[in-house]
């Protein structure tokens, strides 16, 4: 699965900003769907989780909120939609993406995109 992140940029404190991940394969394929962000010299954390079955999603309680995660099965895409943005929101942001399980893979593949990055000015 090749999954490709989009709509990053600068914004500024209290800004509003919609990330998207668009998956190469039908969400079918895929059992579950993260948002994790990255921000300079800190470790790597999980923010949001969408099971592509369907359910609520999940959120860290750092953008509780403030931030919003749907996957439009149509078009094989999750979305963030990321409001009240803050300074400490910077980081890159990367979606990650869990196949259901196949004889190849029993236990389901890990895919990852590149990111895109989220900057906000204070």
């Known amino acids: 699965v090749r999954l490709v992140e989009s709509g990053g940029g600068l914004v500024q404190t209290g800004g509003s900003l919609t990330l998207s991940c668009a998956a190469s394969r039908s969400t079918s394929s895929i059992r579950s769907m993260y948002w994790y962000r990255q921000a300079h010299g800190k470790q790597r954390e999980l923010i949001a989780g969408?099971?592509?079955?369907?359910?609520?999603?999940n959120y860290s309680n750092s953008v509780k909120g403030r931030f919003t995660a749907s996957l439009d099965r149509d078009q094989n895409t999750m979305y963030l939609q990321m409001n009240s943005l803050k300074p400490e929101d910077t980081a890159m942001y990367s979606c990650?993406?869990?196949?259901?399980?196949?004889?190849?893979?029993?236990?389901?593949?890990?895919?990852w995109g590149e990111g895109t990055m989220v900057t906000v000015s204070s």
């Open positions: 990650n993406a869990h196949t259901v399980a196949t004889p190849d893979a029993p236990y389901g593949k890990d895919y």
């Open positions: 969408v099971f592509t079955g369907g359910g609520t999603p």
